[in-house]
Protein backbone atom coordinates (compact mmCIF):
# COMPACT_ATOMS: atom_id res chain seq x y z
CA UNK A 1 0.00 0.00 0.00
CA UNK A 2 1.24 3.48 -0.73
CA UNK A 3 2.60 4.97 2.04
CA UNK A 4 1.05 8.35 3.75
CA UNK A 5 3.66 10.38 2.44
CA UNK A 6 3.71 9.51 -0.72
CA UNK A 7 0.69 11.14 -1.07
CA UNK A 8 0.80 14.90 -1.07
CA UNK A 9 -2.43 16.00 1.15
CA UNK A 10 -3.38 19.68 0.92
CA UNK A 11 -6.69 19.96 3.05
CA UNK A 12 -10.27 21.78 2.76
CA UNK A 13 -9.42 25.33 5.25
CA UNK A 14 -13.55 24.65 6.18
CA UNK A 15 -15.46 21.62 5.28
CA UNK A 16 -18.45 21.70 3.40
CA UNK A 17 -20.28 19.24 4.74
CA UNK A 18 -22.72 20.72 7.25
CA UNK A 19 -23.78 22.81 4.20
CA UNK A 20 -26.19 19.95 3.48
CA UNK A 21 -28.03 16.97 4.83
CA UNK A 22 -25.78 14.47 3.65
CA UNK A 23 -28.56 11.77 3.96
CA UNK A 24 -30.69 13.30 1.85
CA UNK A 25 -28.62 14.75 -1.38
CA UNK A 26 -29.74 14.18 -5.05
CA UNK A 27 -27.86 11.23 -6.65
CA UNK A 28 -24.26 12.21 -7.76
CA UNK A 29 -24.58 15.94 -7.62
CA UNK A 30 -23.11 17.23 -4.19
CA UNK A 31 -19.45 16.20 -4.06
CA UNK A 32 -17.02 15.81 -0.77
CA UNK A 33 -14.14 17.90 0.25
CA UNK A 34 -11.21 16.25 -1.45
CA UNK A 35 -10.54 14.60 -4.36
CA UNK A 36 -7.24 12.55 -5.28
CA UNK A 37 -5.49 12.98 -8.56
CA UNK A 38 -2.59 10.86 -9.84
CA UNK A 39 -0.29 11.49 -13.11
CA UNK A 40 1.08 9.93 -15.49
CA UNK A 41 3.97 10.72 -18.09
CA UNK A 42 7.11 9.25 -19.39
CA UNK A 43 6.30 5.91 -18.77
CA UNK A 44 5.45 6.06 -14.67
CA UNK A 45 2.87 7.40 -12.33
CA UNK A 46 3.52 10.01 -9.89
CA UNK A 47 1.99 13.26 -8.12
CA UNK A 48 -0.04 11.26 -6.43
CA UNK A 49 -1.92 14.42 -4.42
CA UNK A 50 -5.23 14.72 -2.17
CA UNK A 51 -6.62 18.30 -2.73
CA UNK A 52 -9.83 20.11 -2.45
CA UNK A 53 -12.38 19.08 -4.27
CA UNK A 54 -12.18 22.04 -7.80
CA UNK A 55 -12.16 22.08 -11.04
CA UNK A 56 -8.73 21.72 -12.68
CA UNK A 57 -7.21 23.52 -15.60
CA UNK A 58 -6.85 21.44 -18.79
CA UNK A 59 -6.61 21.94 -22.47
CA UNK A 60 -9.77 22.03 -24.78
CA UNK A 61 -7.55 19.78 -27.15
CA UNK A 62 -7.11 17.33 -24.41
CA UNK A 63 -7.22 13.94 -26.20
CA UNK A 64 -9.79 12.20 -23.77
CA UNK A 65 -13.06 14.70 -25.10
CA UNK A 66 -12.01 14.05 -29.03
CA UNK A 67 -10.86 10.34 -29.14
CA UNK A 68 -12.75 8.60 -25.72
CA UNK A 69 -10.23 7.56 -23.95
CA UNK A 70 -11.61 7.88 -20.71
CA UNK A 71 -12.51 4.96 -18.62
CA UNK A 72 -14.37 5.08 -15.15
CA UNK A 73 -15.23 2.78 -12.23
CA UNK A 74 -17.94 3.29 -9.28
CA UNK A 75 -18.24 1.77 -6.03
CA UNK A 76 -19.40 2.69 -2.37
CA UNK A 77 -17.99 3.14 1.06
CA UNK A 78 -20.26 2.64 4.35
CA UNK A 79 -20.61 3.57 7.97
CA UNK A 80 -21.17 0.66 10.09
CA UNK A 81 -23.42 1.24 13.76
CA UNK A 82 -19.77 2.15 15.00
CA UNK A 83 -18.99 4.72 12.87
CA UNK A 84 -16.38 2.28 11.21
CA UNK A 85 -15.85 2.91 7.58
CA UNK A 86 -15.96 -0.10 4.89
CA UNK A 87 -15.57 0.04 1.07
CA UNK A 88 -17.60 -3.09 -0.67
CA UNK A 89 -15.15 -5.02 -2.81
CA UNK A 90 -12.76 -1.94 -4.13
CA UNK A 91 -10.05 -4.47 -5.19
CA UNK A 92 -12.61 -5.72 -7.66
CA UNK A 93 -12.95 -2.51 -9.30
CA UNK A 94 -9.21 -1.33 -9.40
CA UNK A 95 -8.91 -5.15 -11.25
CA UNK A 96 -11.65 -3.62 -13.70
CA UNK A 97 -10.40 -0.58 -13.98
CA UNK A 98 -7.62 -2.24 -15.54
CA UNK A 99 -8.68 -4.15 -17.53
CA UNK A 100 -10.53 -1.69 -19.43
CA UNK A 101 -7.50 0.12 -19.03
CA UNK A 102 -5.52 -2.21 -21.55
CA UNK A 103 -8.45 -2.66 -23.88
CA UNK A 104 -8.27 1.07 -24.57
CA UNK A 105 -4.64 1.61 -25.16
CA UNK A 106 -4.29 3.46 -21.36
CA UNK A 107 -1.27 2.96 -19.08
CA UNK A 108 -2.50 0.34 -15.71
CA UNK A 109 -3.02 1.83 -12.71
CA UNK A 110 -0.44 0.89 -9.77
CA UNK A 111 -2.47 -1.14 -6.74
CA UNK A 112 -0.74 1.42 -4.28
CA UNK A 113 -1.91 4.57 -6.47
CA UNK A 114 -5.76 3.13 -6.63
CA UNK A 115 -6.12 1.60 -3.26
CA UNK A 116 -3.92 3.95 -1.36
CA UNK A 117 -5.42 7.19 -2.82
CA UNK A 118 -8.96 5.57 -2.29
CA UNK A 119 -8.43 4.72 1.74
CA UNK A 120 -6.37 8.35 2.33
CA UNK A 121 -9.45 9.73 0.70
CA UNK A 122 -11.91 8.84 2.39
CA UNK A 123 -10.04 8.77 5.83
CA UNK A 124 -9.97 12.60 5.04
CA UNK A 125 -13.76 12.21 3.50
CA UNK A 126 -15.65 9.95 6.30
CA UNK A 127 -17.91 12.88 7.47
CA UNK A 128 -19.56 12.60 4.24
CA UNK A 129 -20.95 8.97 4.25
CA UNK A 130 -24.55 8.83 5.03
CA UNK A 131 -25.61 6.97 7.68
CA UNK A 132 -29.34 6.04 6.40
CA UNK A 133 -30.17 2.80 5.37
CA UNK A 134 -29.96 3.14 1.95
CA UNK A 135 -27.32 5.62 1.87
CA UNK A 136 -23.62 5.21 1.20
CA UNK A 137 -20.76 7.23 -0.39
CA UNK A 138 -21.28 6.99 -4.28
CA UNK A 139 -17.11 6.87 -5.34
CA UNK A 140 -15.99 7.94 -8.89
CA UNK A 141 -12.33 6.90 -9.94
CA UNK A 142 -11.91 7.67 -13.59
CA UNK A 143 -8.62 7.61 -16.19
CA UNK A 144 -8.98 10.07 -18.69
CA UNK A 145 -6.38 10.88 -21.27
CA UNK A 146 -4.59 14.37 -21.34
CA UNK A 147 -2.47 15.24 -24.49
CA UNK A 148 -3.27 18.02 -25.62
CA UNK A 149 -3.04 16.91 -29.22
CA UNK A 150 -5.36 16.55 -32.44
CA UNK A 151 -4.97 13.72 -33.93
CA UNK A 152 -5.73 10.09 -33.25
CA UNK A 153 -3.39 8.41 -31.45
CA UNK A 154 -3.00 6.56 -27.77
CA UNK A 155 -2.35 9.42 -25.15
CA UNK A 156 1.30 9.98 -23.42
CA UNK A 157 0.07 11.48 -20.42
CA UNK A 158 -2.80 10.77 -18.14
CA UNK A 159 -4.39 11.37 -15.42
CA UNK A 160 -6.27 9.27 -12.47
CA UNK A 161 -8.77 11.13 -10.22
CA UNK A 162 -11.18 10.16 -7.44
CA UNK A 163 -13.94 11.55 -6.56
CA UNK A 164 -16.80 11.47 -4.23
CA UNK A 165 -20.53 12.11 -3.37
CA UNK A 166 -23.02 10.92 -0.97
CA UNK A 167 -26.18 9.24 -2.54
CA UNK A 168 -29.30 7.43 -1.57
CA UNK A 169 -31.34 5.56 -3.99
CA UNK A 170 -30.15 5.87 -7.97
CA UNK A 171 -33.65 4.95 -8.70
CA UNK A 172 -36.34 5.54 -5.80
CA UNK A 173 -39.02 3.25 -7.49
CA UNK A 174 -38.97 0.21 -9.30
CA UNK A 175 -39.03 0.67 -13.35
CA UNK A 176 -40.11 -0.21 -16.78
CA UNK A 177 -37.70 -1.22 -18.81
CA UNK A 178 -38.39 -1.12 -23.02
CA UNK A 179 -36.54 -4.13 -24.87
CA UNK A 180 -34.23 -2.24 -27.26
CA UNK A 181 -34.14 -4.45 -30.86
CA UNK A 182 -32.79 -1.18 -33.38
CA UNK A 183 -30.18 -0.16 -31.89
CA UNK A 184 -27.25 -2.20 -30.03
CA UNK A 185 -24.45 -1.16 -26.96
CA UNK A 186 -21.92 -3.60 -27.71
CA UNK A 187 -20.78 -6.30 -30.30
CA UNK A 188 -18.55 -9.28 -30.12
CA UNK A 189 -14.62 -7.68 -30.34
CA UNK A 190 -16.42 -4.46 -29.29
CA UNK A 191 -15.71 -2.75 -25.66
CA UNK A 192 -19.10 -3.90 -23.87
CA UNK A 193 -16.98 -5.45 -20.80
CA UNK A 194 -14.93 -1.96 -20.80
CA UNK A 195 -16.34 0.90 -18.52
CA UNK A 196 -15.91 2.88 -21.09
CA UNK A 197 -17.53 6.24 -21.05
CA UNK A 198 -18.16 6.04 -24.34
CA UNK A 199 -20.29 3.38 -23.62
CA UNK A 200 -22.77 5.17 -21.81
CA UNK A 201 -22.42 8.50 -24.12
CA UNK A 202 -24.00 6.19 -27.22
CA UNK A 203 -26.61 4.57 -25.16
CA UNK A 204 -28.27 8.16 -24.20
CA UNK A 205 -30.49 8.52 -27.44
CA UNK A 206 -32.09 5.30 -27.28
CA UNK A 207 -32.47 5.67 -23.70
CA UNK A 208 -34.10 9.28 -24.33
CA UNK A 209 -36.69 7.54 -26.78
CA UNK A 210 -37.52 4.84 -24.39
CA UNK A 211 -38.08 7.60 -21.50
CA UNK A 212 -40.39 9.58 -24.48
CA UNK A 213 -42.78 5.98 -24.36
CA UNK A 214 -42.82 5.59 -20.64
CA UNK A 215 -39.73 3.84 -19.73
CA UNK A 216 -37.12 4.44 -17.45
CA UNK A 217 -34.44 2.09 -19.70
CA UNK A 218 -33.70 -0.33 -22.09
CA UNK A 219 -32.74 -3.96 -21.89
CA UNK A 220 -29.86 -4.13 -24.80
CA UNK A 221 -30.22 -7.11 -26.79
CA UNK A 222 -27.12 -8.76 -28.49
CA UNK A 223 -25.97 -6.87 -31.28
CA UNK A 224 -26.29 -9.40 -33.97
CA UNK A 225 -29.65 -10.85 -34.13
CA UNK A 226 -31.36 -8.88 -31.37
CA UNK A 227 -32.72 -11.61 -29.78
CA UNK A 228 -30.95 -12.29 -26.91
CA UNK A 229 -30.91 -9.91 -23.58
CA UNK A 230 -27.59 -8.55 -22.47
CA UNK A 231 -28.06 -5.94 -20.20
CA UNK A 232 -29.62 -2.75 -18.86
CA UNK A 233 -28.61 0.39 -19.16
CA UNK A 234 -27.08 1.15 -15.96
CA UNK A 235 -26.73 -2.97 -14.64
CA UNK A 236 -26.56 -5.94 -15.06
CA UNK A 237 -30.21 -8.45 -15.46
CA UNK A 238 -31.27 -11.27 -13.42
CA UNK A 239 -34.36 -13.31 -13.70
CA UNK A 240 -36.08 -15.80 -11.10
CA UNK A 241 -38.03 -18.25 -13.78
CA UNK A 242 -39.53 -20.74 -11.39
CA UNK A 243 -37.01 -21.31 -8.59
CA UNK A 244 -34.01 -20.49 -10.64
CA UNK A 245 -31.82 -17.31 -11.01
CA UNK A 246 -31.06 -16.97 -14.41
CA UNK A 247 -28.78 -14.14 -15.89
CA UNK A 248 -27.15 -13.38 -19.21
CA UNK A 249 -23.50 -15.25 -19.38
CA UNK A 250 -20.91 -12.67 -19.64
CA UNK A 251 -19.03 -12.10 -22.44
CA UNK A 252 -17.23 -9.26 -24.17
CA UNK A 253 -20.12 -7.23 -24.55
CA UNK A 254 -21.43 -7.12 -20.99
CA UNK A 255 -19.88 -5.73 -18.20
CA UNK A 256 -18.70 -7.92 -15.78
CA UNK A 257 -20.84 -6.47 -12.69
CA UNK A 258 -19.30 -6.42 -8.70
CA UNK A 259 -22.91 -6.22 -7.81
CA UNK A 260 -23.79 -9.10 -10.71
CA UNK A 261 -21.32 -11.28 -8.98
CA UNK A 262 -22.13 -10.72 -5.18
CA UNK A 263 -25.36 -11.72 -6.14
CA UNK A 264 -24.64 -15.16 -7.48
CA UNK A 265 -22.73 -15.61 -5.10
CA UNK A 266 -25.05 -14.78 -2.42
CA UNK A 267 -27.97 -17.31 -4.55
CA UNK A 268 -25.17 -20.49 -4.71
CA UNK A 269 -24.42 -19.78 -0.85
CA UNK A 270 -28.04 -20.05 -0.47
CA UNK A 271 -28.45 -23.36 -2.55
CA UNK A 272 -30.16 -22.15 -5.09
CA UNK A 273 -30.47 -23.08 -8.78
CA UNK A 274 -28.30 -20.48 -10.59
CA UNK A 275 -27.84 -20.43 -14.61
CA UNK A 276 -25.48 -17.58 -16.43
CA UNK A 277 -26.78 -18.79 -20.07
CA UNK A 278 -27.96 -16.50 -23.00
CA UNK A 279 -31.60 -15.78 -22.23
CA UNK A 280 -33.71 -14.70 -25.38
CA UNK A 281 -36.62 -12.48 -25.75
CA UNK A 282 -38.63 -15.50 -26.24
CA UNK A 283 -37.69 -17.37 -23.68
CA UNK A 284 -38.95 -14.42 -21.14
CA UNK A 285 -41.71 -13.48 -23.15
CA UNK A 286 -42.92 -17.01 -22.96
CA UNK A 287 -42.16 -17.40 -19.06
CA UNK A 288 -44.51 -14.41 -18.41
CA UNK A 289 -47.15 -16.12 -20.55
CA UNK A 290 -46.40 -19.61 -18.24
CA UNK A 291 -46.63 -17.77 -15.21
CA UNK A 292 -42.99 -19.24 -14.22
CA UNK A 293 -40.75 -15.20 -14.57
CA UNK A 294 -41.67 -14.42 -11.19
CA UNK A 295 -38.79 -11.72 -10.85
CA UNK A 296 -37.11 -9.41 -12.88
CA UNK A 297 -34.73 -6.75 -11.65
CA UNK A 298 -31.47 -4.81 -12.78
CA UNK A 299 -28.33 -5.20 -10.35
CA UNK A 300 -25.33 -2.71 -10.26
CA UNK A 301 -23.23 -0.75 -8.11
CA UNK A 302 -25.53 2.78 -8.28
CA UNK A 303 -28.91 0.89 -8.67
CA UNK A 304 -27.97 -1.63 -6.12
CA UNK A 305 -31.23 -3.77 -6.72
CA UNK A 306 -33.44 -2.28 -8.93
CA UNK A 307 -37.23 -4.03 -9.50
CA UNK A 308 -38.16 -3.87 -12.66
CA UNK A 309 -42.02 -4.03 -12.84
CA UNK A 310 -42.77 -3.60 -16.50
CA UNK A 311 -41.11 -4.81 -19.23
CA UNK A 312 -42.09 -3.65 -22.91
CA UNK A 313 -41.11 -5.24 -25.98
CA UNK A 314 -43.08 -4.94 -29.67
CA UNK A 315 -46.03 -2.06 -28.59
CA UNK A 316 -47.08 -4.67 -25.78
CA UNK A 317 -46.50 -4.42 -22.30
CA UNK A 318 -45.72 -7.21 -19.70
CA UNK A 319 -46.55 -6.57 -15.84
CA UNK A 320 -44.87 -8.34 -13.83
CA UNK A 321 -45.56 -9.58 -10.09
CA UNK A 322 -45.20 -7.23 -7.45
CA UNK A 323 -42.48 -6.16 -5.92
CA UNK A 324 -43.56 -6.83 -2.38
CA UNK A 325 -43.98 -10.51 -3.08
CA UNK A 326 -40.64 -11.41 -5.01
CA UNK A 327 -38.67 -13.10 -2.47
CA UNK A 328 -35.18 -13.65 -3.92
CA UNK A 329 -34.48 -10.06 -4.94
CA UNK A 330 -35.73 -8.89 -1.73
CA UNK A 331 -34.13 -11.26 0.62
CA UNK A 332 -30.90 -9.88 -1.41
CA UNK A 333 -31.28 -6.66 -1.30
CA UNK A 334 -31.89 -6.63 2.49
CA UNK A 335 -28.60 -9.38 3.18
CA UNK A 336 -26.65 -6.87 1.00
CA UNK A 337 -27.60 -4.39 3.07
CA UNK A 338 -27.13 -5.51 6.05
CA UNK A 339 -23.42 -7.05 5.12
CA UNK A 340 -22.77 -3.38 3.78
CA UNK A 341 -23.57 -1.78 6.98
CA UNK A 342 -22.00 -4.57 9.31
CA UNK A 343 -25.33 -5.47 10.49
CA UNK A 344 -24.77 -9.64 9.17
CA UNK A 345 -21.21 -11.06 9.06
CA UNK A 346 -19.11 -10.78 6.08
CA UNK A 347 -18.46 -14.32 5.43
CA UNK A 348 -17.25 -13.44 1.82
CA UNK A 349 -14.87 -11.12 3.17
CA UNK A 350 -16.05 -8.41 0.92
CA UNK A 351 -16.11 -5.01 2.70
CA UNK A 352 -12.37 -3.66 2.96
CA UNK A 353 -11.77 -1.52 6.34
CA UNK A 354 -10.20 2.21 5.88
CA UNK A 355 -8.34 2.52 8.79
C1 LIG B 1 -22.44 2.31 -11.35
O1 LIG B 1 -23.35 1.54 -11.10
O2 LIG B 1 -21.58 2.58 -10.51
C2 LIG B 1 -22.33 2.91 -12.66
O3 LIG B 1 -21.27 3.33 -12.99
C3 LIG B 1 -23.54 3.02 -13.49
C4 LIG B 1 -23.95 4.41 -13.79
C5 LIG B 1 -24.23 5.30 -12.62
C6 LIG B 1 -23.12 5.02 -14.84
Not at 71 to 94: H, L, Q, T, W
Not at 161 to 182: D, H, M, Q, R
Not at 192 to 203: C, D, P
Request: glycine share 8%; proline share 4%; with cysteine.
Amino acid sequence: MIANAEIKIEKIAHSRVNEYDVNNVPFGKCFSDHMFIAEYSDGKWGNATIMPYQNVPMSYAMSALHYGQAIFEGMKAYKNADGEVNIFRPIENFKRINKSAIRMAMPEIPEEIFMGGLTELLKLDSAWIPTSDSGSLYIRPFLIATDEAIGVKASETYKFIIITCPAGKYYSEPIKVLIETNFFRAVEGGVGFVKAAGNYGRSLYPTKLAQQKGYQQVIWTDGKTHSYLEESGTMNLMFVLDNTVVTPALSDTILAGITRNSVLALAKDWGMNVEERKISITEIIEAHAKGTLKEAFGVGTAATIAQIIVIGYEGKDYALPPVEGRQFSNKIDDTLRNIRKGKTADKFNWMYPVK
